[in-house]
């Protein structure tokens, strides 16, 4: 069980929690992924396409959902230590579900790497934003380098941005 405020947030195995959380607070509170704020969300055959200052991602529905969350929402993909993100160099434009960066620093972390990424950004006065990533640590990133940032659909998730007040308090009568 995940709790915050006394109340369950979310349930699952440590693992399901934190490669699919459904809410960001516990993303957040796991740390198991970037955040992006979505700009407009738009929906076709293929599913979900969220907007973000990063670009656009092509999402995929939780298991027995029918749509997307309502509101101001988040765009999150699970952590790139679990090898679910792929880095590539050339100097092709960037497709749905890719994001040009900027290496700006890669740390050994322990058992992964640490890598902040500048990326171009249509939302920012500075017309950049940074993004902060954890990597297999056999991940070798160059600062300066150039590359390309893919997230597969079925690992972007759309999450509401707002801290989820439902639920039973712990010792509330049922």
Do not use: W
């Amino acid at each position: 069980f995940l709790m915050a405020e006394g109340r369950i947030q979310e349930e699952g195995s440590a693992e399901e929690l934190f490669s699919r959380p459904r809410t960001a607070f516990a993303a957040r509170f796991l740390g198991s992924g970037p955040l992006i704020p979505v700009e407009a969300l738009d929906s076709d055959a293929f599913g979900p396409l969220a907007r973000t200052a990063l670009g656009s991602f092509r999402c995929t529905l939780r298991t027995g959902s029918s749509r997307a969350p309502e509101g101001d929402l988040l765009l999150h993909f699970g952590s790139a230590a679990a090898g679910i993100l792929t880095l590539s160099s050339g100097s092709e434009p960037a497709r749905e579900n890719q994001v040009r960066v900027r290496v700006l620093n890669a740390v050994f972390a322990g058992r992964f790497r640490r890598v902040t990424f500048e990326y171009r950004s249509k939302g920012s006065p500075q017309g950049t934003g940074i993004l902060e990533l954890e990597f297999p640590v056999d991940c070798r990133c160059e600062v300066g380098e150039q590359l390309l940032l893919e997230v597969p659909p079925e690992h972007c998730s759309l999450l509401p941005a707002v801290f989820p007040r439902e639920g039973p308090r712990r010792g509330d009568a049922a």
